[in-house]
């Protein structure tokens, strides 16, 4: 398969591209920058620069099409403000839906937060966040054109996998290492059953696919 990874550079996204070019797959991630490239092809994967809070959706879908699934796991990042946590967390996400639309791709699973709420209320930058996360997830739960899936990490450490969780609409809070994070979206991506979830994510003692399995229809 060919999967596009948005933010590929991210520590969850590089994680998500050595398990898909370990088992075959194309894994191109987009990038900001052409310093980030190296380490995506360290990681099996393909790089493409792109900037995503500037680029148009044309440019985008040309990236996309052909796909046959893609990820949004963008984010502002650590120090970003206010702004940044709007057109990043919140408009690279609107605009990779677009593109997907357009490019014809329908499986999207976008890497949320716990939490993610556009109503959320506050006025620090977490809380930006947060409406952010919570206003693109509403974006994208209107899209018919999309066989999306959104997954609500806990908190992300990164401790080695443990490849148990809990994973459900509602499961608490709690931590989650990256490595069970990246490594339920490739099950995620390979069960189409469970497009039009909204999963939250965090360790537990559940086999991984066993998790993603007893969420799909005819699989579990």
Same mark, same amino acid.
């Given at each position: 398969?060919?999967?596009?990874?948005?933010?590929?550079?991210?520590?969850?996204?590089?994680? +998500?591209?050595?398990? +898909?070019?370990?088992?075959?797959?194309?894994?191109?991630?987009?990038?900001?920058?052409?310093?980030?490239?190296?380490?995506?092809?360290?990681? $099996?994967?393909?790089?493409?620069?792109?900037?995503?809070?500037?680029?148009?959706?044309?440019?985008? &879908?040309?990236?996309?099409? $052909?796909?046959?699934?893609?990820?949004?796991?963008?984010?502002?990042? &650590?120090?970003?403000?206010?702004?940044? =946590?709007?057109?990043?967390?919140? $408009?690279?996400?609107?605009?990779?839906?677009? %593109?997907?639309?357009?490019?014809?791709?329908?499986?999207? +699973?976008?890497?949320?937060?716990?939490?993610?709420?556009?109503?959320?209320?506050?006025?620090?930058?977490?809380?930006?966040?947060?409406?952010? =996360? *919570?206003?693109?997830?509403?974006?994208?739960?209107?899209?018919?054109?999309?066989?999306?899936?959104?997954?609500?990490?806990?908190?992300?450490?990164?401790?080695?996998?443990?490849?148990?969780?809990? +994973? *459900?609409?509602?499961?608490?809070?709690?931590?989650?290492?990256?490595?069970?994070?990246? &490594?339920?979206?490739?099950?995620?991506?390979?069960?189409?059953?469970?497009?039009?979830?909204?999963?939250?994510?965090?360790? *537990?003692?559940?086999?991984?696919?066993?998790?993603?399995?007893?969420? %799909?229809?005819?699989?579990?």
């Amino acid at each position: 398969m060919r999967i596009v990874i948005a933010g590929g550079h991210g520590r969850i996204a590089l994680r +998500l591209e050595r398990l +898909l070019a370990a088992r075959g797959d194309r894994a191109v991630g987009i990038i900001r920058t052409e310093e980030q490239a190296d380490d995506l092809r360290a990681a $099996g994967a393909e790089p493409v620069v792109l900037d995503l809070e500037s680029a148009p959706v044309r440019s985008v &879908a040309a990236v996309l099409r $052909g796909a046959d699934a893609v990820v949004f796991a963008a984010g502002a990042g &650590a120090g970003s403000g206010h702004a940044r =946590k709007d057109t990043v967390d919140r $408009g690279a996400a609107v605009l990779f839906a677009n %593109a997907a639309e357009r490019a014809e791709v329908r499986r999207y +699973l976008a890497v949320s937060a716990m939490g993610a709420d556009a109503e959320h209320p506050g006025d620090e930058v977490f809380d930006a966040y947060l409406r952010a =996360k *919570g206003a693109a997830d509403d974006d994208l739960r209107f899209r018919s054109g999309l066989d999306w899936t959104i997954l609500r990490p806990g908190a992300l450490t990164d401790e080695p996998g443990t490849g148990r969780v809990s +994973l *459900g609409p509602v499961t608490g809070r709690g931590p989650v290492p990256r490595d069970d994070v990246a &490594a339920a979206l490739v099950r995620l991506i390979d069960t189409p059953a469970t497009a039009g979830l909204v999963l939250e994510l965090i360790g *537990g003692t559940v086999p991984l696919a066993s998790a993603v399995d007893a969420l %799909a229809p005819g699989t579990g």
